[in-house]
């Protein structure tokens, strides 16, 4: 009788770490990917799934282990699929990011920054002030779990505690937990959003099905308790509105630049508050703005980069896709008393030559774009006006393909580039790089 691929188990040397935080192996000429292996470590692995150009593979024993090799501090590691390397010290993760973004220029790229700038990093527990957490009713098991997906994100990690969360979330999950499991109506909550401001902090509850009254009083009560503002999603993001009547007020301070930024519960906000103030000072040293400057601050987002830097430029002009968010920047810049700066909708995916913003010049340019980076834009832009770029990258793969398209198509030099520990203890790569003519 044939084996399955589950009954073969085999020795591995992990040479390297990929780029979702599993270790890399040859094996008989094949790359084979093994979760929970770290480089240098001698493993027993047991084939999972085999591929034509490659294997998956989990660690039945480390044979070997890596010196970098820590013990996780949750016990939900292996399971949960909100972190993979937490089993790796964390000045080990950060080079091991750094890797794969140095991988990325030379692969996809083809640059090489002229020089690697110092990673930016803070406390690795409790950073989460944003969260997704899925939520499913379990009729088998009597219960509803709520926590991030598994690693098989076909099901829902059944989370007591997080440690990665901000704490006012990450100690309270198993109430929340026994909330759900007490409501008549949890079947129809798919999830549940977590947004925390630096006084306030909110859960958005999805719902497909009306809400009885008994549930809303345990909602009510769950918040009061653990003070959380409660808020409904019963449709689209427009939706949303508190169980209760009331405001519900979000804002994070910049105390460098004496500002205060309002968000929404939903809105885009930099998950790390610690690595985003000090990304902020960082990207302000390399563009270094000065009061005769005009900077383009695209995917702008709610002011987060272009307030700051009107504290130092002559004007700034923010462009962002999302209305609200525009709206929202708008707003904080009036709120905190900045008029250099003007801010528009465009689709940065699509045309922009013909929008007025992009006729002008401009000394500098920032960009923020998500995980697709930046590519029909720089098609685009920047003019010949634009002397430096700061590039932040959430997406090594994309800021690597930008990159080649800033050196070779428009005339710049990567100068630097390094990264900044935005998610600690996941796989995820968070990169700034400056480019000069």
């Not at 997080?162 to 309270?172: H, I, N, S």
């Not at 859960?203 to 909602?219: A, E, G, I, W």
């Not at 885009?268 to 610690?274: E, L, M, P, S, T």
């Not at 920047?329 to 045309?351: C, K, M, P, Q, Y």
């Amino acid at each position: 009788m044939r084996k399955s691929p589950r009954d073969i188990t085999f020795e591995a040397s992990i040479e390297d770490l990929s780029h979702d935080g599993r270790g890399v192996a040859r094996v008989d000429g094949k790359t084979v990917f093994v979760a929970d292996a770290l480089p240098g470590e001698r493993v027993l692995a047991r084939l999972q799934r085999k591929h034509r150009h490659f294997d998956e593979a989990s660690t039945e024993e480390i044979l070997t282990a890596s010196p970098d090799r820590v013990a996780p501090r949750c016990r939900h590691f292996g399971v949960c699929g909100g972190c993979v390397l937490q089993h790796l010290a964390p000045p080990a993760q950060i080079a091991a990011k750094q890797n794969v973004l140095a991988q990325n220029f030379t692969r996809i790229g083809h640059v090489e920054p002229a020089r690697w700038l110092a990673p930016l990093t803070a406390d690795v527990w409790g950073y989460r002030r944003r969260a997704r957490l899925s939520v499913k009713h379990v009729p088998k098991k009597g219960k509803t779990l709520v926590g991030f997906r598994e690693r098989d994100a076909r099901f829902v990690a059944d989370l007591a505690h997080c440690d990665v969360l901000d704490p006012a979330l990450g100690e309270k999950l198993d109430s929340l937990g026994a909330l759900l499991n007490d409501m008549q109506g949890a079947a129809s909550i798919p999830q549940i959003e977590f947004s925390a401001g630096d006084d306030a902090r909110v859960l958005v509850f999805r719902h497909l099905q009306p809400l009885s009254d008994p549930d809303r009083t345990k909602l009510a009560a769950f918040g009061c308790e653990h003070r959380f503002a409660i808020l409904l999603q019963p449709g689209g993001t427009d939706s949303v509105h508190a169980l209760q009547p009331g405001d519900v007020e979000l804002q994070y301070a910049l105390p460098a630049y004496d500002l205060k930024l309002a968000f929404t519960p939903l809105d885009f906000v930099q998950v790390n508050a610690r690595i985003n103030q000090k990304m902020i000072a960082h990207a302000l040293e390399l563009l270094q703005p000065g009061p005769d400057d005009r900077v383009l601050d695209l995917f702008c987002g709610l002011g987060n980069f272009s307030l700051p830097v009107a504290c130092h430029a002559g004007h700034v002009c923010g462009v962002e896709g999302d209305t609200g968010l525009v709206e929202r920047a708008r707003s904080n810049a009036s709120a905190n008393g900045i008029g250099n700066t003007e801010f528009h909708v465009g689709d940065l995916a699509g045309a922009v030559r013909g929008s007025s913003w992009a006729r002008q010049d401009w000394d500098l340019m920032l960009l923020d774009p998500p995980r697709s980076g930046a590519e029909e834009l720089l098609r685009q832009l920047p003019g010949k006006s634009v002397r430096r770029v700061v590039y932040v990258s959430c997406h090594p793969a994309s800021l690597a393909r930008d990159a080649g398209e800033l050196v070779r198509s428009h005339g710049f030099k990567l100068q630097a580039a390094g990264v900044m520990d935005m998610f600690p203890h996941t796989a995820h790569v968070e990169s700034i790089a400056l480019f000069e003519r």
